[in-house]
């Protein structure tokens, strides 16, 4: 095929030079923004459909919907995840694309492929009160949602609510 310094073409913008390089398929070749652009937008979309769309630090880790305060965590492409504090399911029991398991580093990682770990963590999400009742999960998340939603009951009934400003 040539020369590997030879100019090629970037699919993205046009341009031709040395900083255009294969990226693999289906990205095919890319220069160095537009590739930097095409990871942004790549990690953009895992985020939206993991539920990684926690507010970073040093925002306090709340849910922006339900208000209560969660477990978050970076994950290994610039987001933040809320994971369910207390409920850690067998991995076995919890669909890939949903076991969440916290490495060594402190980011959590969405575990698929492979043996799973004994255990692991779910995000909160498809758990918080204010989501639909997850009917297409395993049991696990519905009693979790199903203990979020009593849980606000609960508060509502009180008369106080999570994370209000009592100054008014």
């Known amino acids: 095929m040539g020369d590997t310094s030879e100019p090629h073409t970037c699919r993205g913008c046009g341009t031709a030079d040395t900083d255009v390089t294969w990226r693999g398929d289906p990205f095919g070749t890319l220069c160095s923004a537009c590739w930097a652009s095409t990871e942004a937008g790549v990690d953009h979309e895992q985020a939206e ?31 933040w995840i809320l994971l369910e504090p207390e ?55 519905l009693a979790a949602w199903e203990l979020n939603v009593s849980y606000e009951r609960r508060i509502y009934e009180q008369g106080t609510l999570p994370f209000t400003d009592e100054a008014e």
């Open 87 to 141: 409920v850690r399911p067998a991995a076995r029991d919890i669909p890939e694309g949903h076991r969440w398991v916290v490495c060594e580093d402190g980011a959590a990682v969405n575990w698929a492929g492979g043996q799973p770990p004994p255990y692991c963590r779910i995000a909160h999400r498809p758990v918080c009160s204010k989501s639909l009742r997850p009917e297409k999960l395993p049991r696990v998340f």
């Open 49 to 79: 459909a993991e539920g990684a769309d926690a507010p970073a630090p040093p925002a306090p880790p709340i849910c922006r919907a339900c208000g209560r305060e969660q477990d978050r965590f970076p994950t290994g492409y610039g987001h």
